[in-house]
């Protein structure tokens, strides 16, 4: 009995220099439901059993099957290392067979709280210059003998087009 059937992929990596190894096509501002466009066999996402042709429904309990293809990006992005992924694979074969998709509410409790490493490093480094009567460091804070070849210069920014003395 051919029919879809619903699966719950899930994805997870190292970390975020790490591809997700699939690309997604569609949204609703092209008219096309999201769906995955590419998966490369030995990836995260080729390990977790995504295939080409998936249509994806649920992001991390976000619904996400009738979004704009960037809000479906930042919900990805937002999830992190660790991605459920609610997918409808189309010409399923087994007993089960997919009904039509209904919209959870999303809430706020869903997402992690992320913060940037420079807050996480400014947090940590706020206690110890609060006791030594500082400031955190910056790299405002570097002499300018101190910063690299690269950034040091007298002259103004006007440059000479090529073959000019």
């Known amino acids: 009995m051919a ?6 992929c899930k994805l997870r990596r190292y970390d975020t220099g ?7 096509q569609g949204g ?9 466009a590419e998966v490369s066999p030995k990836s995260v996402a080729g390990k977790a059993g ?4 998936d249509l994806i429904c649920y992001i ?20 992190g290392n660790d991605i459920d992924m609610t997918i409808k694979r189309p010409g399923g074969v087994g007993p089960k067979t997919a ?13 992690r709280d992320v913060q940037p490493k420079t807050y996480q490093i400014l947090q940590t480094e706020l206690p110890q210059a609060a006791a030594a009567g500082g400031r955190p460091a910056s790299i405002f804070d570097k002499k300018k003998k101190a910063r690299s070849e690269y950034t040091k210069t007298e002259q103004s920014g006007y440059t000479k087009a090529y073959g000019q003395s």
């Open 3 to 8: 029919g879809s059937e619903i699966t719950v």
């Open 18 to 24: 790490q591809p997700w190894g699939f690309k997604m």
């Open 28 to 36: 609703s501002e092209v008219g096309i439901p999201l769906q995955v």
């Open 50 to 53: 995504l295939r080409d042709g």
């Open 60 to 79: 991390n309990k976000a619904y996400v099957a009738d979004v704009t293809h960037q809000h479906a990006r930042n919900e990805m992005i937002r999830a």
């Open 99 to 111: 009904g039509p998709l209904q919209k959870e509410d999303s809430i706020d409790d869903n997402y």
